[in-house]
């Protein structure tokens, strides 16, 4: 996590990767928090975000949440995601009992294989 000077909740995603446009997807349907903006880390807007933040390489293989002057990253931003979903979801935040080292590994594995399992919506070149 990092501070952030920005307000309000902002999602910085894999714009090409068809898992993440299919989850960007189901949480504008699902947030009961609408106050959520998307942003394609491939994006102008995205890359100006990246750079005033200093995130370098990270966005490319994590979702990043800016949220109340905090920066959350990879499974940590999913749980942060999960507080404003319905109930259903949020027995997913079972997993914030996990060790992050352990959540985040399996987020990596995901991420890693993404385009091979899910495909790109884009060819990003």
Not at 38 to 60: R, T, V
Not at 73 to 100: G, V
Not at 105 to 113: A, G, R
Request: with cysteine.
């Amino acid at each position: 996590m990092t501070n952030n000077n920005s307000e309000g909740k902002i999602i910085l995603f894999d714009g090409v990767c068809t898992l993440c446009n299919f989850a960007v997807a189901n949480l504008q349907r699902n947030l009961k928090n609408k106050n959520y903006c998307f942003i394609p880390s491939q994006s102008e807007e995205g890359n100006l975000l990246i750079q005033k933040h200093n995130l370098g390489k990270i966005p490319d293989n994590s979702i990043v949440l800016f949220s109340n002057k905090i920066i959350y990253f990879r499974s940590d931003a999913l749980i942060e995601i999960l507080n404003d979903m319905p109930t259903k979801y949020r027995t997913f935040k079972i997993s914030k009992y996990l060790p992050r080292k352990f959540r985040d590994w399996f987020y990596d594995l995901i991420s890693k294989y993404r385009y091979f399992i899910f495909g790109k919506i884009q060819d990003n070149k």
